[in-house]
């Protein structure tokens, strides 16, 4: 008896065991896995393509900041490591279970002095930086009074603000509307800034 019990059990093992193998050996669909580099810019794998055929294109991932704004410009799929050679969706077709690679570069910000009938005396104005990304360092503004603007009706130069129309009051509480001296690292959006002078507190 239980030689036949060990005998059922072999050949039911086998037919499981082939069937396995049979699946295996059919199974010759392909995946093509998405690297980002990023946790906050996953794209989902896709599964059960033919060999042969081309990969549908992804929606192009987005990277974003804490306020919304994008702080990497994706630009493309890769078949590579080093991102040499790019990934053409419209004539690549796939051979083999594949990883595609994302291609990044940071998001260039303005920043734009707007002097409120002011100028920059000959030479300054080299000294203020015109663009800054994400991945910028901290930006500090000169703070030498050789490095001001000059208004000739408005006297002396007192600070750059993100507000364009402040009231005499206003200037004064600093508090509530502080002078804007620094970027800080991982900032990020189009900053325009506006000059005040002694005569604006008047």
């Keep these: 008896m239980k030689k036949i019990i060990a005998t059922l059990l072999i050949v039911v093992f086998g037919v499981i065991l082939a069937g396995c193998e049979d699946r295996k050996i059919n199974d010759d669909t392909l995946s093509v896995v998405f690297y980002t580099g990023l946790d906050n810019a996953y794209v989902k794998t896709i599964y059960n393509l033919q060999k042969g055929s081309k990969i549908p294109k992804p929606e192009d991932p987005v990277v974003t900041d804490e306020n919304g704004n994008s702080i990497l410009a994706f ?3 890769f078949k590579d490591r080093a991102l040499d050679t790019p990934w053409d ?4 077709t ?3 279970s594949t990883t595609l690679y994302a291609k990044w570069s940071p998001v260039v910000f303005t920043i734009t ?3 409120r009938g002011g100028y920059f005396p000959e030479g300054v104005e080299a000294r203020y930086p015109k663009t800054y990304t994400y991945l910028s360092e901290d930006i500090i503004f000169p703070t030498d009074r050789a490095s001001w603007p000059v208004h000739e009706s408005k006297g002396l130069f007192i600070g750059w ?8 009051a206003q200037l004064k509480d600093k508090s509530n509307y502080p002078k804007f001296d620094i970027i800080k690292s991982k900032s990020s959006g189009n900053i325009v800034l ?3 002078y002694l005569g604006d507190t008047i």
């Design 75 to 77: 630009e493309g799929w």
């Design 89 to 92: 969706f419209d004539v690549d």
């Design 94 to 96: 796939i051979e083999k």
């Design 113 to 115: 002095y707007d002097l």
């Design 161 to 168: 603000y993100t507000q364009p129309k402040l009231t005499p």
């Design 194 to 196: 506006y000059a005040y």
